[in-house]
Nanobody, 122 residues
Framework: VQLQASGGGLVQAGGSLRLSCTAP??????MGWFRQAPGKEREFVAA????????YYEDSVKGRFTISRDSDKNTVHLQMDSLKPEDSAVYYC??????????????????WGQGTQVTVSS
């Protein structure tokens, strides 16, 4: 299953970007976003449970990022506002059909998108 991510780009600090990730014809229990900056490990950003819509965020993005799902289109969005230079990274969408409490653990996820670059200039 190939997840298709889009929406990255270059933006000034304080600006906004919206990432999208779709998996045509597939449904999952949880979809989320991770990011990886050069020289750093991949880190959790946000996740959403498909049934019920519960959302989960990494502390540094709470209040700035919003994850949402479009059930009809099997698409998850990540609205990123008030972006900071430290948000710069390659962002990966991820999905799983399994149930896990560890929404922030990359090992929970079975399917990954190709990554989209987000660059925030100061």
């Amino acid at each position: 299953v190939q997840l298709q991510a889009s929406g990255g780009g270059l933006v000034q600090a304080g600006g906004s970007l919206r990432l999208s990730c779709t998996a045509p014809g597939r449904t999952f229990v949880t979809m989320g976003w991770f990011r990886q900056a050069p020289g750093k490990e991949r880190e959790f950003v946000a996740a959403v449970s498909w049934s019920g819509g519960s959302t989960y965020y990494e502390d540094s993005v709470k209040g700035r990022f919003t994850i949402s799902r479009d059930s009809d289109k099997n698409t998850v969005h990540l609205q990123m506002d008030s972006l900071k230079p430290e948000d710069s990274a390659v962002y990966y969408c991820a999905a799983t059909r399994g149930y896990s409490y560890a929404k922030d653990d990359h090992r929970t996820y079975d399917y990954w998108g190709q990554g989209t670059q987000v660059t925030v200039s100061s």
